[in-house]
């Protein structure tokens, strides 16, 4: 099934997407069954993209997710929500002026996947090849080819295997280097 019939992009019966409108897809892009994404302003979805199942990306700031890059199961992009700072008090049942929103734009680079059940907050860039692990919570920018648990490094992603596999990748024909989904 392709719920959306994106070309190049696979859908599926359960996954949910609001304001499909504002949203740049590349190719090669898998999207899962209970995947939310309501994009109130402008997303961009690489190539070779998977984002999967239980993920959501919602709050209504801006979105880039470069080729390869990934959202493991029941990851959670957050662009924009209440901060509970200040005189803000309230949620979307009551008037803007007296809630204190924070929208921003989150950047996930090239190579970069984000662990399972992990939350990204907005105004942040995970850089090219950064991995976080299961169940972090990411609230500032992540250096190029670190391997993260919440903000924190803990080691660095062997970014010339990375990119020699790369290398191989690029050599084969578009139809080898799909996965089956993509296949006739």
Not at 131 to 157: H, M
Request: glycine share 12%; aromatic share 10%.
């Amino acid at each position: 099934m392709d719920k959306y019939q994106i070309p190049n992009v696979k859908t599926f019966e359960f996954t949910k997407i609001i304001g499909i409108e504002n949203i740049d897809f590349g190719k090669y892009i898998i999207i899962d069954d209970f995947v939310l994404i309501y994009a109130k302003e402008q997303i961009k979805i690489g190539n070779y993209v998977h984002i999967a199942s239980f993920a959501s990306i919602s709050g209504g700031g801006e979105l880039i997710m470069e080729n390869f890059s990934g959202l493991s199961s029941g990851c959670r992009i957050i662009t924009g929500s209440d901060d509970f700072h200040g005189a803000g008090f309230g949620n979307p049942t009551i008037a803007e002026e007296f809630r204190n929103v924070k929208t921003g734009k989150i950047h996930i680079g090239k190579f970069a996947i984000i662990g399972t059940n992990s939350v990204v907050l907005p105004d942040v860039m995970i850089g090219e090849g950064a991995t976080v692990g299961a169940g972090s919570v990411v609230t500032k920018d992540l250096e190029p080819w670190g391997v993260y648990v919440g903000n924190k490094r803990i080691g660095w992603r062997n970014k010339e295997e990375v990119l020699k596999n790369y290398e191989k990748f690029k050599a084969l024909s578009e139809s080898e280097q799909v996965g089956s989904l993509f296949r006739p």
